[in-house]
Structure formats: C-alpha cells, structure tokens
C-alpha cells in the first residue's frame, strides 16, 4: 500500500501509511541490522523494586517517572507537589553507571523532572520497596516515626527515600553530612527539629544501622540483571521522537540529520522545573549513554571535565583536585556548585545543561557560569562535521547553538599571587537562585597590593546583558588598592556601571546594587587582610559557612502513674504508615474507570472584559472530551454557598484578575487538559488598570463595605489629648502563599442517589454546600463528602477547596463520568489567594513612664477580588495582645484589588493583630530609649485588670 519509496539500506526517513488489515494509521522507519540482530530498540527497559518493565511509545515523551510510578503502576507513596525538584516529597533512590568512575552507584532523583524515557537502563528503589506493614518497616521508617517526624505525613516518604540513600552510599554519615544532605526536602508542618533527630540517629557517633538493616539498605533490587544495552534507542510517536544513542558518532548524526528540527538534548532534564513553557520539541536526544562525555581528566597543567558530568560528580572531582599545587582555588568553586538546587537535582543535573540553560535564558543567574567565567574556563563546542571551536563561558553565551554540541570545558592552575573568589545572595542559604551572585579573579603584587593585569569582576542577577563590570575592571590596573581614594574611585565606576533592570520577580534594583558594592568591597577586604585593620575582619568572614550543626532536643515531663497513658510519650499511630507511603491522602486515590481530568482555563491579564473565546484548538485536540463555560453551570455559578457573598467559579463577562478560571477543558488525561487548556485563545477588552497592592488600593479609594463597626473602648480622644507623650508610626505585613505539599484536588462519581466528593478540604459541609449550589439540587443531602487526611493545608483549604470540588462535580454533572480536578502548583498560586497583607497607621498616648494611655488605629486589609474570607473581625478582639490600655480605637478597612482572593493562612486575624501591636511595644521602647522588654512589663495585663 506504500509505493515507489526507493528503499536503501541505511535510509532514515520516517514513513506514515495505514494498516491494509485494520486501516488504522502507523508510522515506521527501516530498521538497520548486523549477525547480532538488530542495531536499534523501540523500547526501553528498567527495573522498580526489582521488577522489570519494558516502555515502548505508548505514553507521551514529556512523561516523568513520577508520572508513571503513580498513575500507570499506582505506587502512590512517591509523592508529588512542586514539579520543580524543590520540595523532594518525588525523591526515588536510583541506580546509575556513573562513566566518570567506570562504577555502579546510588543517587537520590527527583522523579517530578526525571523522564521515563530516560529510565533505560537504570534500576529504581521507591517507598514501596524498602518497608511496609506487611513486610515490615524499614528502620529509617521507624525512626522517623518514633521520633515524632511526621504530621501531616506528605513530605515524609521523600525524607525516607533521601536518607535511604545516602546510608546506601555511606553507612557511617557524619551528622553535618545528614544535614547537608537534607537541602532538598521541604516540610511545611512538622518542623524540622524532630526530622533532624531522627535522621541525625544514623551519624556514627550515634546509632549508625546495623549490619542486618545495612544488608536491606544495599539489596537495592532483588535482581542482579544488568540492563545495559549497547543498542540504540529510537522511539515514535506521531509528533516527536526519542532517541538514545550510545556514541559520539550516533549523536553527531542526529545533529546533522536535525539541524533545522526543533530538538532538545536531554541530560538531567531539571531545566524544566525552572522554565516550564520551553518547547514544543519534535525531537529528544537523550546524551546519558554517552560515555566519551563523562570524561574526568587531571593534568598538572589541566583539568578537563566532560559535558555529560553531573554537578554532584563536579563538586566531588573539585574538591579531589584541589589539593594539587595551582588547583586550591576548585575548592572555592566547589562549595559555591554546592549551593545549587538540592542534592537531588546536583545528582541528575549536568554543568552542561546550567550553561545551556543561561545560553537560551540570559535572564537565569547561573552560578556555574560565574564560576567558570571566573576561573578563566575554556570550553569546548563541537559540530557533526568535526569541527571543534574553544570560548570562554562569555562567549559561549552569544553562540547560536543549534546542531552544536557543548563537549567539554578545562581549567588551568593560577598563580601563587592570583585570588579568586565567588559569592552567592540568595534567600535562603540552600535551594534557592541568587539574588546576586559574582565571581572576582584578581592577580596582586602581595607587597604593594598593585593589581598587576587585568582583573575579573564579574556578577549574575543585575540584568540579561550585564556581566563583567569592565570599566571598573580596566580602571584597576596598575592601582594598589590599599590606596582609599582608588578603592573610592573603583566603588564609583562600579556603582555607575552596574543598572540593575527592574523585575517584580528579582529583588529590587537598589537592593541588588548594594549588594554588587558590598561583595567587591567584601572581596578587597579579604585579599587585603594583613594590610588592614582587624575591626573589618567581620566584613569578609562568613556566617552561613561557619554556621554550627543545628541542634535541638524534646524533653517531656515525669510520668505520673496515676495518669498513664496520658502522660507517656507515644508516636502517632498513622505515622508509621506515613513514612512508608502507606497513608492514603485524596490525591492519593485511584483513578476510577473511564475518569476524566479537568484543567482550568484561566485569564493571562486583570481587570478588563472577555473579548472572544475561541477553544476550537482545544477541542480538536484528541483526548479532549468537553469544555464547560459559566452557561453550562445548572445551578448558581458561584462556589461559595449563602450566605458568604458570591465567588464565580467561571468568570461570565468581567475579568477581575489575572489567573481566574474561564472555563474548565475535561479530557482523558491530565497532561491532554493541561495542554488543551492553553490551546484556548482568549481576546481581552476594556482593559484598565489594575490594582496589584494594597496602597495602590487605599489610593485609588477601593474598598469593600466596612467588615465590621469601627471599635472604640473607654475615651481615646479625650484621653490624648491629655497623654504626655505621641508617638505615631506604622507597619506592613506583607502576604504569603500556603505552599501546602498536597495540591488542591478533588474527585466527582455519579452514584445512584446523587455525587460522592473525595476533596482534600478542612471544612467539610463547605464544600457539601458548595456543590449543592453549583449544581442546583434541591438538598445537599445529596451530596457525600469524603476525606481522610490532608497533605498540608493552613488554612488554604478551609474554602478555596470549594474551588476545586465544585468543578469537579460540575464536569461529572456534564459529562457522566468520574472527573478529577487536580491544581499543578503554577494554576494554585494564580488562581488561589494567600495570606491578607495588612497595614497599620497608628497613634500611641502615652505617660511620663510610658504606660500607655490610648492606641488609635486605623488598619487596612486587602481582600483581593472578594471579601469571603477576611478575618479582619478577629484583630479587634486580639490587639491588645497582653497589654493593659484603658482606651482604644480601631477603624477596620477592607480594601478590593485584582487579585485573587486572599484566604486564611495559619491564625487568620491573630497573627497580624499580635504582630502590630508587638511593633507599637518596638516603637514605644525606642522612643523612651528603653529596654523593649522592661518596656513590655511596665504595660503587662496585672490580676484583677480586664481585658
């Protein structure tokens, strides 16, 4: 049925025709063969707990391991949250050929980023494999339960599998090598102290594992089958592939033959926690069988590392080297390539990749490029002709990369008289991108401190196009710099030279510019410190490097007999199901046969009007079931019940805010309604301008109706005037996001009486309600709310999981199939609302020994688009914190902005109330000049005072 195709051997075009059987469309490809049988696959092959599994091209190729271990093998104690490798609820302890060190190894993934088709090969360990009720817990499990580990349970299977481990490549950790290796995990409840006990019982000083445990620790997969497979890989699909080749000759070929394909090399894949809209690619090249590419070279004049070398490898090869004369400075490089991401993903993600990343972003604040920049690195880059070109990182990153290849980069020993040093700012001192980060390489006469060449100054995070601070840098030359006025001058030309660009996301430009001045001038202080007066020694030395091992205890009490149990001590009984991933949460469950997955359709722009919607992308796009709008909601289209007032579940003609839900697009799978979501081409009209903060809400005089009566107690007017002292100030609280570890999600079935909602939601009949109402059923007794426990929620999920279960009873209603609604974290964060910000003007009597007299208070809250959940009714009953003020007055402000609608986040209404008046008891002991604490006592509630 295919004609006049003129088959050679060796053809590699792809071929499209119809079965003559059963008509059905079939792509395919001639296979090339030798006496050993065919040379490629169209499979791949990998183990999990020791079974074996053969993928073909039945699952699309942006599938993650993640994905598959929960949704087609159903191994749901391997969690999932940021998608982003940051949280580390993903982690799966995999085992690798490492071809820097021709040896088998242990390295903890994030299995949210890793992808299935690059499991080949490769034998995975998950929660499921290492403990359970029937077969008995792990250790690490039972630790980390009796040690009270565990509270919403979410996180706690990731901590596992993190300390499996490293225990896996290192039975005798060190407790700073425990800590060290728990940047990647997050938890938002427990709190780490009791995580750090347990986990820091493994150290050798401790109760290291013992020899039985270390046994089940190293018997990884019960089969000792090599997987490797010389053969490569080559899979289709009908709008990309995917292949695997095993040689630089393979590569270089599929370079060549796609050169005008938009194509990804695939090494650690991390790249797409960070910039998810990449794409859409026809081809995937996958470089991890490569081994020419994982070179590891030391020379006395070279070190020499491969593309293909992981940075976890890096650091190691760093630090290795370091020791070797002209070399010391690999060890400054080493523990600033430590503070990128977390363990996890240092272990998949390639200094290759981080470069290429910064090449296609010039916006992402690489520190490998700052180090290697600094450090004077040559790379290498290669084409499928052969040629091979040498450029500094800088260059590197103005060269079009298409069919190129970045193969290598080497480093050269420095001198005796050359410092080098690199900096990272960043928010948190691990898993965090820098604010600013910056490298300096400067070459010193040690007698004059001369600068005798051209020195490097160079920084990340100011702006896309900024990099060497060159005018500073010519200037320097020849100057001492023990001389006041050159440092002076240098701080001036640097000041002018660095512009900061001004990004809502980064840090502000004033702030990012500080802190440019501040590391050099923390750099020449260091380099000149024989020189100089001790006094500014604390200016180099670092906190965070020299930060102690955290430590912290839990005492209890004696346990009186005559109140056993009470008094003893126990682990909560569900934990030790939570550490094995036993404990089922709602994301958790099974799909139901013929379920549907549901995807928002939400606006990219605020306060304006829907022009036109035209979804039919969306819905030729195979997979896709239905699309819902507002005219299709039964019932009343709002989520929230009577009698809060009414909150759209679908946006009719008005847009309030950037990220409201449009619609909702119902298809097979969740990926499908994802990317039939953004298919939808929305036009906007009579846009204006939207209010984004609270000020600019109090300016534009946007308020909701007052949320309660102004408050008044005693006679604060009268009782001012007459106070000896005034003191007037004020304070912003600004807002903060759940980042709950379980994502919304709720699930809808049909039963013979009406729905059952499985919903991960702290208010229960909220959300019976709230379904009642959408749907239009006339009891809510119809309605049957499930749940069994949260993956975190703080208040997030008291009544924006209305969100969520609402719809997903409304796509049930439609279309008469089971449908799940689940949120990724990026629809969360824009559709769902966060902590309120307040803000605080206030006045403050006060007498001769500063006992307050009188507090007025007029406080402003912002709300968002709706005032549902504001708890601004709270404050006034908690001002008063535990001070004694005989008069007050308090004016409550809720003020609208096109924003989400702000909800509760963990003490609604106390925390900011406390917090103000806790600032006012700040100025006050600023004011009087007084301890803030003898300042507190002296206006302390006394016995017999009413609060």
């Given amino acids: 049925h295919l004609t006049g195709l003129s088959l050679k051997p060796g053809d590699k075009r792809i071929f499209k025709g119809n079965c003559k059987n059963c008509n059905l469309p079939l792509k395919f490809k001639l296979n090339s063969s030798n006496q050993y049988g065919l040379l490629e696959r169209d499979f791949i092959s990998f183990q ?146 009791s995580i750090l006990t347990a986990m820091k019982s493994f150290a050798k000083d401790e109760k ?18 090599c997987l490797r497979s010389d053969k490569n890989v080559h899979l289709i699909q009908d709008q990309a592939e995917w292949f695997v080749p095993k040689d630089m000759k393979t590569l270089n070929d599929l370079l060549s033959q796609f050169s005008s394909t938009p194509y990804r090399l695939v090494s650690g894949n991390t790249s797409v926690g960070i910039y998810k809209s990449d794409g859409p690619f026809q081809v995937y090249i996958d470089l991890k069988s490569i ?60 200094w290759s990749g981080n470069l290429c990343m910064k090449n296609f972003h010039k916006e992402f ?190 005492t209890f009490p004696d346990q009186d007999p005559a109140f056993l149990p009470v008094t003893k001590p126990i682990p909560k009984l569900n934990a030790y199901l939570q550490a094995s991933g036993e404990a089922k949460y709602t994301y958790d469950k099974y799909s139901i046969k013929n379920q549907l997955e549901g995807a928002f359709i939400q606006s990219k722009i605020a306060n304006c009007q829907i022009g036109s919607i035209d979804d039919s992308l969306a819905k030729n796009r195979p997979g896709v079931v239905s699309i819902l709008y507002a005219k299709d909601i039964p019932g009343k289209n709002s989520f929230m019940p009577d009698p809060f007032p009414p909150e759209l579940l679908f946006a009719e003609d008005k847009i309030d805010y950037a990220g409201q839900a449009i619609g909702l697009v119902l298809a097979e799978s969740a990926a499908i309604a994802q990317e039939a979501a953004k298919l939808v081409k929305i036009t906007y009209k009579d846009q204006k301008v939207p209010i984004l903060n609270l000020f600019d809400g109090i300016k534009s005089g946007s308020f909701f109706p007052k949320p309660v009566d102004d408050f008044k107690y005693g006679d604060p007017d009268t009782a001012m005037q007459k106070c000896a002292h005034i003191i007037e100030g004020d304070v912003y609280l600004d807002t903060q996001a759940h980042f709950y570890m379980e994502n919304q999600n709720a699930t809808c079935e049909e039963t013979e009486d009406g729905y059952d909602i499985d919903c991960a939601t702290q208010w229960i009949d909220l959300v019976q309600n709230g379904v009642q109402y959408v749907l239009g059923l006339p009891t809510c007794n119809q309605v049957n709310v499930r749940i069994k426990q949260v993956g975190g929620a703080y208040g997030g999920k008291i009544t924006r999981a209305n969100i969520t279960a609402t719809a997903a009873a409304l796509g049930c209603f439609a279309t008469k199939r089971p449908v799940r609604v689940a949120l990724d974290l990026n629809s969360s964060f824009s559709l769902i609302g966060r902590r309120f910000p307040w803000y605080a003007k206030y006045k403050i009597g006060c007498d001769e020994n500063s006992k307050l007299i009188a507090i007025k208070i007029d406080w402003y809250c912002d709300a968002g688009n709706s005032p549902s959940d504001n708890s601004m009714p709270v404050g006034s009953s908690f001002i008063d914190n535990v001070y004694n003020c005989p008069n007050w007055f308090i004016s409550s402000n809720l003020v609208k902005t096109n924003l989400p609608a702000n909800t509760a986040v963990r003490s609604p209404g106390f925390f900011p109330a406390i917090a103000i008046m ?30």
């Avoid at 599938?63 to 940051?86: A, F, H």
């Avoid at 030391?298 to 070399?327: C, H, M, P, W």
């Avoid at 450090?375 to 069919?403: D, R, W």
């Fill in 365 to 554: 604040p690489s520190d490998v490029f700052i180090c290697l920049e600094t450090a004077n690195a040559q790379l290498t880059v290669t084409t499928p002709s052969g040629i091979s070109k040498i450029l500094s990182p800088l260059e590197f990153m103005s060269l079009p990369l298409q069919s190129k290849l970045l193969y290598s980069f080497s480093v050269s020993p420095l001198t005796q008289d050359t410092f080098l040093r690199t900096y990272k700012i960043m928010p948190r001192s691990q898993n965090a991108h820098a604010y600013v980060n910056a490298g300096f390489r400067f070459s010193i006469d040690s007698k004059t401190m001369v600068v005798k060449s051209l020195p490097c100054i160079l920084y990340g995070g100011i702006s896309p196009e900024f990099a060497h601070a060159s005018n500073t840098e010519k200037f320097l030359v020849g100057k001492s710099l023990l001389n006041e006025n050159v440092l002076n001058s240098a701080l001036e030309i640097l000041n002018s030279e660095i512009r900061p660009d001004n990004d809502p996301v980064l840090a502000s430009p004033e702030y990012r510019r500080s802190l440019a001045l501040a590391l050099f001038y923390k750099f020449v202080l260091e380099i000149c410190q024989k020189e100089i007066n001790p006094k500014f020694f604390s200016a180099f030395q670092s906190l965070i490097d020299t930060r102690p091992l955290s430590q912290g205890s839990h």
């Fill in 918 to 947: 806790e600032t006012i008891m700040e100025h006050v002991s600023t004011y009087f000049k007084k301890d803030p604490i003898e300042i507190r006592q002296i206006n302390l509630y006394k016995k017999g005072d009413i609060t």
């Fill in 48 to 193: 999990i707990n020791g079974v074996t599994y053969q993928v073909s091209n039945e699952y699309p190729l942006t599938m993650s391991l993640n994905d598959y271990l929960r949704d087609v093998l159903n191994l749901k104690g391997t969690k999932l949250m940021c998608k982003e490798g940051g949280c580390g609820s993903c982690l799966v302890n995999a085992e690798i050929i490492d071809y820097s060190i021709k040896m088998s190894k242990n390295i903890s993934i994030n299995s949210c980023l890793f992808p299935l088709y690059s499991c080949d090969g490769l034998k995975f360990t998950t929660i499921e494999g290492i403990g359970s009720k029937k077969t008995g817990f792990n250790e690490i499990q039972k630790r980390i339960a009796d040690n009270n580990g565990t509270q919403c349970g979410w996180c706690t299977p990731g901590m596992v599998m993190n300390m499996y481990n490293l225990l896996a490549e290192n039975p005798r950790p060190e407790k700073q090598e425990i800590e060290d290796s728990m940047d990647g995990n997050i938890c938002r409840c427990t709190g780490y102290r």
């Fill in 291 to 350: 081994e020419e590419l994982y070179m590891i070279e030391k020379y006395d004049s070279l070190v020499k590392i491969g593309s293909q070398v992981t940075l976890t490898s890096l650091i190691n090869a760093f630090e290795e080297f370091s020791s070797s004369s002209g070399f010391e400075y690999l060890h400054t490089l080493a523990h600033h390539l430590k503070k990128i991401a977390n363990r996890g993903v240092r272990n998949t993600a390639s």
């Fill in 208 to 225: 290291p594992i013992d020899i039985e445990d270390l046994n089940r620790i190293k018997c990884l997969n019960k089969s000792k089958s």
